[in-house]
């Protein structure tokens, strides 16, 4: 079992920058893929960044490549999200996730991630 508690959200002007962090509990997070989707009013959640366990490669929305950067550090067991430029259409919830025993890859996918934090605000003001 894996718990995901994320952190750093917040209201940012436009042009700003946020990190978000999520910590993770278990001992199997290094092994694992980490994922940061977004979700906001109205649309439906979708893949912004991940990082395999390693710590490399990343891969990244279109929306976002070039403005967010994912990073890791397996000793804390926390994978970050460094948002910069950010634009009102990135205004969502923003939550962090975990690979599961069936994951194949599909860093995109939202099904490959078996395990889920709560969520936390990115409210970005024009």
């Known amino acids: 079992q894996v718990q995901l508690v994320e952190s750093g959200g917040g209201l940012v002007q436009a042009g700003g920058s946020l990190t978000l962090s999520c910590a993770a509990s278990?001992?199997?997070?290094?092994?694992?893929?980490m994922g940061w989707f977004r979700q906001a009013p109205g649309k439906e959640r979708e893949f912004v960044a991940a990082?395999?366990?390693?710590?490399?490669?990343?891969y990244y929305a279109d929306s976002v490549k070039g403005r967010f950067t994912i990073s890791r550090d397996n000793a804390k067991n926390t994978v970050y999200l460094r948002m910069d430029s950010l634009q009102p259409e990135d205004t969502a919830v923003y939550y962090c996730?975990?690979?599961?025993?069936?994951?194949?890859?599909?860093?995109?996918?939202?099904?490959?991630?078996?395990?889920w934090g709560q969520g936390t605000q990115v409210t970005v003001s024009s």
């Open positions: 996730a975990a690979d599961g025993p069936r994951y194949s890859g599909r860093y995109y996918s939202a099904d490959e991630y078996a395990y």
């Open positions: 278990g001992r199997t997070f290094s092994s694992r893929a």
């Open positions: 990082i395999r366990g390693s710590g490399g490669p990343t």
